[in-house]
């Protein structure tokens, strides 16, 4: 077990962090589609933490200009990557997703006559191009695993490299690969789950005894993720097994996010609502794959229509959540959720990583 609290009580980086010259075990975690911002990697770094940058859905420029952006301001950052994992569609069941979608999607001005399934790759070996030519501190991996000489390559570039597990079979299957360390998260988590069986359900399992599980099957330094967002929750985990917590949720409402107004204010609602009468579920309505979400009518409407296939429906969908967001609707887009939302504020991104790692 790490040690992990100053002589003030305050928490204290060890392990993989400090070595990075983080002062405190928190990290500000990759969201996708926006949410992580240069702005965020910052302010995670001016808190004493880590944080990291999202590549899903970035083309490699757009992600070169990002990493340029951080490096600007530190050299204590990360790259979050969608290793490539993907659940083709089956044609009759993208066909009649989008079917279904078609009345909503002409609600927004998006119209869904004669689109096709795309499945992509979203531009992996670019990105590994980029990240080998260009090394950044961190690199970890999620959806799907790197093969052995991608993580070799980017080790001896001189990036650490972490993978994303939900078990302790994904958790072996990735130490044999030589990866420095595992982000251990649980279902709690907030946005696409990091499983690597998406077909298959998610085991309830709370984080603390997922830690334990996993350490029993592998000697590598774990940080802990889903659904964190209260000093108790970070003690918790750095008391069984983790060397460093992730958040996410707790972050979306802070200026330096990158989520959009309707998010925010979606968060922001939800969270005055009495406990209990507002819930966050796991959904492939959007994607295609398992991803907690808070309920909004889209889900309610679709989350039983939708079938596996990632990224045919990430790409389906997509449209139809810009225009929703664009139009300030919040019923139409994908409000990525923990079950910690409660918990998200305003309060600057620094702020409240400082104050959850009891900083002055």
């Known amino acids: 077990m790490p040690e992990e609290h100053t002589s003030d009580g305050s928490l204290r980086a060890t392990g993989l962090l400090a070595g990075l010259g983080a002062s405190i075990p928190l990290v500000a975690a990759p969201m996708a589609g926006g949410p992580s911002t240069p702005a965020l990697v910052l302010a995670a770094a001016e808190a004493g933490g880590l944080g990291f940058l999202a590549a899903g859905y970035k083309t490699p420029d757009q992600l070169a200009e990002q990493i340029a952006q951080v490096r600007s301001g530190t050299e204590r950052f990360g790259v979050n990557v969608f290793a490539p994992n993907p659940v083709p569609v089956e044609r009759a069941a993208f066909d009649a997703y989008a079917g279904a979608l078609r009345e909503l999607a002409a609600g927004y001005g998006v119209d869904l006559d004669g689109v096709e399934p795309r499945e992509d790759d979203d531009e992996w070996d670019a990105k590994v191009e980029l990240l080998a030519g260009d090394p950044v501190p961190v690199v ?100 069984a097994d983790a060397e460093a917590v992730v958040l996410g949720t707790v972050l979306l409402r802070t ?71 664009t139009a300030g609707d919040p019923e139409g887009i994908n409000i990525w959720a923990g079950t910690g939302y409660r918990d998200a504020t305003e309060e600057s991104a620094a702020d409240l990583l400082r104050r959850l790692a009891g900083v002055g």
């Open 140 to 239: 970890t991996f999620t959806f799907g695993l790197p093969d052995a000489d991608t993580v070799r390559r980017l080790r001896r570039a001189g990036s650490l490299v972490l993978q994303t597990v939900t078990n302790p079979d994904e958790a072996k299957r990735a130490a044999a690969l030589g990866v420095d360390g595992l982000v251990v998260q649980s279902y709690l988590a907030g946005g696409h789950s990091g499983t690597l069986t998406p077909d298959a359900p998610l085991a309830e399992v709370p984080l603390p005894e997922l830690l334990g599980r996993v350490h029993a099957e592998v000697d590598l330094p774990l940080w802990a993720a889903g659904g964190l967002s209260t000093s108790a929750g970070i003690h918790e985990a750095l008391t």
């Open 255 to 325: 200026p330096e996010s990158g989520a959009s107004a309707p998010y925010k204010a979606a968060l922001a609602d939800a969270a005055g609502i009495e406990p209990g009468s507002t819930d966050t579920l796991l959904t492939r309505a959007f994607s295609g794959r398992p991803a907690r979400a808070l309920h909004n009518r889209f889900v309610d409407r679709f989350n039983g229509q939708a079938p596996a296939g990632y990224p045919a429906l990430h790409h389906l969908t997509s449209p139809i959540r810009k225009a929703a967001a």
